[in-house]
Protein backbone atom coordinates (compact mmCIF):
# COMPACT_ATOMS: atom_id res chain seq x y z
CA UNK A 1 0.00 0.00 0.00
CA UNK A 2 1.32 3.61 -1.21
CA UNK A 3 1.18 6.47 1.49
CA UNK A 4 1.84 9.87 1.42
CA UNK A 5 2.29 12.52 4.13
CA UNK A 6 2.47 15.42 3.63
CA UNK A 7 4.25 17.72 6.08
CA UNK A 8 5.19 21.53 6.49
CA UNK A 9 2.07 23.41 6.15
CA UNK A 10 0.94 26.55 8.10
CA UNK A 11 0.32 30.30 8.45
CA UNK A 12 2.67 32.97 7.42
CA UNK A 13 2.58 36.63 5.98
CA UNK A 14 2.41 37.32 2.49
CA UNK A 15 5.90 37.71 0.99
CA UNK A 16 7.04 34.90 3.12
CA UNK A 17 8.10 31.49 2.47
CA UNK A 18 7.05 28.00 2.93
CA UNK A 19 8.11 24.11 2.10
CA UNK A 20 5.94 21.34 1.98
CA UNK A 21 7.25 17.81 2.23
CA UNK A 22 5.81 14.94 0.68
CA UNK A 23 6.96 11.30 2.25
CA UNK A 24 5.95 8.29 0.06
CA UNK A 25 6.25 4.74 1.60
CA UNK A 26 5.66 1.32 0.45
CA UNK A 27 6.15 1.71 -3.26
CA UNK A 28 8.56 2.29 -5.80
CA UNK A 29 9.24 6.38 -5.60
CA UNK A 30 11.84 6.52 -8.07
CA UNK A 31 9.54 5.77 -11.14
CA UNK A 32 6.67 8.15 -10.09
CA UNK A 33 5.60 11.03 -11.47
CA UNK A 34 4.95 13.02 -8.51
CA UNK A 35 2.62 16.47 -7.90
CA UNK A 36 1.44 19.17 -5.98
CA UNK A 37 -2.06 20.29 -6.42
CA UNK A 38 -4.25 22.48 -4.24
CA UNK A 39 -8.03 22.86 -3.05
CA UNK A 40 -10.43 25.71 -1.20
CA UNK A 41 -13.71 24.52 0.07
CA UNK A 42 -16.74 23.65 -2.10
CA UNK A 43 -13.94 24.68 -5.50
CA UNK A 44 -12.15 21.86 -7.68
CA UNK A 45 -8.74 20.68 -6.54
CA UNK A 46 -6.45 22.89 -9.21
CA UNK A 47 -2.88 21.62 -10.29
CA UNK A 48 0.12 23.47 -8.49
CA UNK A 49 3.44 21.49 -10.07
CA UNK A 50 4.16 18.23 -10.97
CA UNK A 51 7.65 15.77 -11.29
CA UNK A 52 7.95 13.65 -14.29
CA UNK A 53 10.57 13.83 -16.80
CA UNK A 54 9.96 17.13 -16.74
CA UNK A 55 8.69 20.00 -14.37
CA UNK A 56 5.46 21.24 -14.87
CA UNK A 57 3.94 24.55 -13.62
CA UNK A 58 0.95 25.95 -12.87
CA UNK A 59 0.92 30.18 -14.57
CA UNK A 60 0.08 31.08 -11.02
CA UNK A 61 2.62 29.67 -9.41
CA UNK A 62 5.66 30.16 -12.06
CA UNK A 63 8.74 31.99 -10.92
CA UNK A 64 7.32 31.78 -7.40
CA UNK A 65 7.43 27.71 -6.52
CA UNK A 66 9.63 25.34 -7.32
CA UNK A 67 9.02 21.22 -7.04
CA UNK A 68 11.87 18.79 -6.46
CA UNK A 69 12.59 15.26 -5.30
CA UNK A 70 14.84 13.43 -3.37
CA UNK A 71 15.15 9.46 -4.49
CA UNK A 72 17.03 9.08 -1.26
CA UNK A 73 14.47 10.18 0.87
CA UNK A 74 11.53 8.85 -0.91
CA UNK A 75 10.54 12.69 -0.75
CA UNK A 76 9.16 15.51 -2.82
CA UNK A 77 9.20 19.02 -2.21
CA UNK A 78 7.32 21.85 -2.91
CA UNK A 79 9.16 25.52 -2.00
CA UNK A 80 7.17 28.08 -2.57
CA UNK A 81 8.29 31.76 -2.07
CA UNK A 82 6.76 34.93 -2.17
CA UNK A 83 3.29 34.14 -1.03
CA UNK A 84 0.18 35.33 -1.40
CA UNK A 85 -3.29 35.34 -0.29
CA UNK A 86 -4.16 33.92 -3.23
CA UNK A 87 -2.30 31.09 -2.46
CA UNK A 88 -4.32 30.02 0.69
CA UNK A 89 -5.42 26.43 -0.29
CA UNK A 90 -5.18 23.00 1.52
CA UNK A 91 -2.23 21.22 -0.45
CA UNK A 92 -2.36 17.81 -1.39
CA UNK A 93 0.83 15.34 -2.80
CA UNK A 94 -0.19 13.07 -5.55
CA UNK A 95 1.73 10.44 -6.85
CA UNK A 96 1.13 8.46 -10.15
CA UNK A 97 3.00 5.64 -11.29
CA UNK A 98 3.96 6.91 -14.59
CA UNK A 99 6.19 9.29 -16.03
CA UNK A 100 5.00 10.73 -19.31
CA UNK A 101 5.20 14.46 -20.83
CA UNK A 102 2.55 16.94 -21.19
CA UNK A 103 -1.19 17.21 -20.33
CA UNK A 104 -1.48 13.73 -18.51
CA UNK A 105 0.76 15.73 -15.31
CA UNK A 106 -1.90 18.18 -14.98
CA UNK A 107 -4.90 16.33 -14.35
CA UNK A 108 -5.35 14.98 -11.12
CA UNK A 109 -8.23 12.21 -12.43
CA UNK A 110 -4.71 10.80 -13.82
CA UNK A 111 -3.45 10.34 -10.31
CA UNK A 112 -3.34 7.73 -8.42
CA UNK A 113 -2.42 8.01 -4.61
CA UNK A 114 -2.90 10.83 -2.37
CA UNK A 115 -1.98 12.41 1.23
CA UNK A 116 -4.04 13.85 3.38
CA UNK A 117 -3.34 17.27 2.39
CA UNK A 118 -2.00 20.59 4.30
CA UNK A 119 -3.32 23.76 5.18
CA UNK A 120 -1.73 26.73 3.59
CA UNK A 121 -2.47 30.23 4.95
CA UNK A 122 -1.25 33.47 3.65
CA UNK A 123 -2.09 36.75 5.56
CA UNK A 124 -1.99 39.94 4.34
Same mark, same amino acid.
Given at each position: ? =??????? &? &?? =?????? !?? !????????? *??????? +? *? @??????? @?? *?????? +?????????? &?? *????????????? !????? !??????????????? $? @??????????????? $??? &????? =???
Amino acid at each position: Q =VQLVESG &G &GL =VQAGGS !LR !LSCAVSGGT *FSIYTMA +W *F @RQAPGKE @RE *FVASHS +WDAYYADSVK &GR *FTIRRDNSKNTVY !LQMNS !LKPEDTFVYYCAAAS $W @RTTGWRNKAAEEYEF $WGQ &GTQVT =VSS
